[in-house]
């Protein structure tokens, strides 16, 4: 194949990904990423048949509120569908993170990884895109493909009763999927500094990562509630994990988001939170690449 | 003209108060198959990690022209190492494995590899957990042998297999790898199954160099002499550095010493680097072993 009677280093080099292939390597090791939504999505699915037999008597009870209260009684259950999906995502990312840097170190393969003309930098960025850049394009795809598919469970259902359409009329997929791909983005940012401090810690601790990215906020908030009886740390710690929607949604006179005006990027990408994060997440990870340089396995 | 593969000046690594490399010297040229002997502890490991980029150290540290710590990433391109026997991610697919190295190593021959793999009997749609430890050591050497490096670390690389895959571990190596342009270090416990395979020798203790030799110096500085039992006497008034006892005969071993005239005595032969292993760091933990009564004292 590299048969050439040119030396080597005479040639221009047979041009190697080693970001694009790192990141496939991620991807066959940890194969939650796309495994455990696909199961929320199946267990929702089967949820949906499952109670597919009251679905007339609810539609009609729906049908007598007025207008902005049906609309968000149908709506319910595909918002619950795509929250479990998203917390569902969060988690695996999460628990990604925490093992990204320890699991290597434990198993000794980082011994080979090292082998190999990989930076340390391509390695930790290519970890830390798995969450921010991998994940959520898989949770748009099963989120609005499981949202469908409710769609024409309950239009299968309802056909009889003559309701089909009241689901398509007050569900708007494609609406909606604007507002999901919209959300993803929001929330990846958001959470971010989150997925690099447990990067950082999965780099650091030699046992027990999940302690370790958990324990020191929660003392923290501890302690200053103690001393001071104040609870800074905790609306910090509550706001980064629960507040991505804060600016990026207009709810102000509804609970639900069902209307591409109530998007408010502009708002949201002018919080001062989401660019302190940013900054947060990238001091995370400059860390985690010095980490990876130094540490050898456990 | 023989180039410099790895040169070292007054290397020096301490772990806490512990000094795991004390100014070490060292030249390797190319083309050398080198072994670093010395037992647990005593630093091999830490000198390889430096040269490998592994861990920062003081002192100065060229391999092949680089600083390790600083261009890790580019010496990799030059440079293959198998730290340890077993270190392939368990959770691997032998295809995907074969996919990665190919996506990410510029210098990786996969039909090379695939070559050295139809000779083993791994399955490609095997994991690498689903292997013997003997066959993730071939694994592991086959994509190393397709890798042209010009620099190949082997830290007990064969540690824990049988004497089957063993030789033919180094034999592969040998025969379908070594060229005589590259380089080789190896380390290793199981010394007699690398003597031939050597062309320079170094004992490493406590974070020193000990001993360092060609095999061409080695075989003609070395002598064991099984003495015939009138001769003991004449043979022990040449300051043997060591000698032993087998059934009954005494076995000395000379450095430096005329073999002929030790022939005289009973019956020469060029020692094992393993018998001048224990000779050496046996009279050296006996030299230390004093040093330390008479510092308590």
């Known amino acids: 194949m590299n048969t050439s009677p040119i030396p080597n280093s005479e040639l221009p080099a047979p041009s190697p990904k080693p970001f694009l292939w790192s990141?496939?390597?991620?991807?066959?090791?940890?194969?939650?990423?796309?495994?455990?939504?696909?199961?929320?999505?199946?267990?929702?699915?089967l949820g949906a048949l499952i109670s597919a037999g009251h679905l007339p008597q609810r539609r009609q009870a729906a049908m007598m509120l007025d207008e902005a209260h049906r609309r968000i009684a149908i709506e319910l259950p595909y918002n619950i569908a795509a929250g479990m999906i998203v917390i569902t995502a969060f988690i695996v990312g999460l628990f990604y993170c925490l093992d990204a840097l320890y699991g290597e170190r434990r198993e000794r393969s980082i011994l080979f990884w090292k082998s190999l003309p990989v930076s340390d930098v391509t390695t930790v960025l290519s970890k830390m895109s798995i969450p921010v850049l991998v994940l959520p394009p898989i949770v748009f795809v099963v989120v609005v493909v499981t949202q469908f598919l409710m769609l024409l469970i309950s239009s299968a259902v309802l056909m009889p009763s003559g309701l089909a359409s009241t689901s398509w009329a007050n569900f708007n997929l494609l609406q909606q999927s604007v507002i999901s791909f919209y959300s993803l983005i929001i929330i990846a940012l958001w959470h971010a500094p989150i997925y690099g401090w447990a990067l950082l810690m999965s780099g650091i601790a030699r046992r027990a990562t999940f302690l370790w990215a958990v324990m020191p906020p929660l003392a923290l908030a501890a302690f200053e509630k103690i001393t001071f009886n104040t609870s800074y740390v905790w609306s910090l710690v509550k706001n980064r994990l629960l507040g991505a929607g804060d600016a990026a949604f207009d709810l102000h006179h509804t609970i639900s988001i069902d209307s591409l005006s109530q998007l408010t990027p502009g708002r949201f990408f002018a919080t001062p939170g989401l660019w302190i994060g940013l900054v947060f997440a990238a001091a995370f990870v400059i860390g985690a690449i010095r980490l990876r340089r130094y540490r050898g396995p456990l | 003209m023989s180039m410099t593969t790895i040169e070292a000046h007054g290397l020096r690594k301490v772990y806490g108060t512990k000094v795991a490399l004390d100014n070490v010297d060292l030249r390797v040229d190319q083309g050398r198959i080198l072994g670093i002997i010395g037992p647990n502890g005593a630093g091999k490991t830490t000198a390889l990690n430096a040269i490998l980029g592994l861990t920062a150290y003081q002192g100065e540290l060229k391999v092949l022209g680089r600083d390790p710590w600083a261009e890790r990433d580019q010496l990799m391109r030059d440079v293959s190492f198998i730290a340890d026997v077993a270190v392939l991610p368990r959770w691997i697919r032998v295809s995907d494995l074969l996919d990665y190295v190919a996506g990410v190593h510029p210098k990786f021959d996969r039909a090379k590899a695939e070559t050295f793999l139809a000779k083993t009997e791994i399955n490609h749609a095997s994991k690498v957990r689903q292997l013997s430890k003997g066959m993730i050591a071939q694994l592991h050497l086959a994509i190393v042998m397709a890798i042209d490096a010009k620099l190949l670390v082997l830290d007990e690389p064969t540690l824990g297999l049988d004497i089957l895959y063993r030789k033919q571990f180094y034999d592969s190596l040998l025969n379908d790898y070594f060229d005589g342009e590259r380089t080789i270090i190896v380390t290793t416990h199981q010394v007699e199954e690398v003597q031939d395979v050597l062309t320079d020798l170094m004992f490493i203790n406590h974070g020193r160099i000990v001993l360092e030799c060609s095999m061409e110096q080695f075989e003609s500085r070395y002598v064991e002499l099984m003495v015939h039992p009138d001769h003991v006497a004449g043979a022990r008034s040449l300051k043997p550095i060591n000698e032993r006892q087998l059934f009954g005969r005494s076995i000395m071993l000379f450095d430096q010493v005329d073999r002929p005239q030790l022939?005289?005595?009973?019956?020469?032969?060029?020692?094992?680097?393993?018998?001048?292993f224990v000779a050496m760091m046996g009279n050296s933990a006996v030299t230390d072993h004093q040093s330390q009564v008479r510092e308590a004292k």
């Open chain 1, 23 to 45: 990141v496939k390597r991620e991807i066959w090791e940890n194969k939650s990423i796309y495994i455990a939504p696909l199961i929320v999505s199946g267990v929702i699915l």
């Open chain 2, 263 to 276: 022939a005289a005595m009973g019956d020469v032969r060029t020692p094992s680097i393993a018998d001048l």
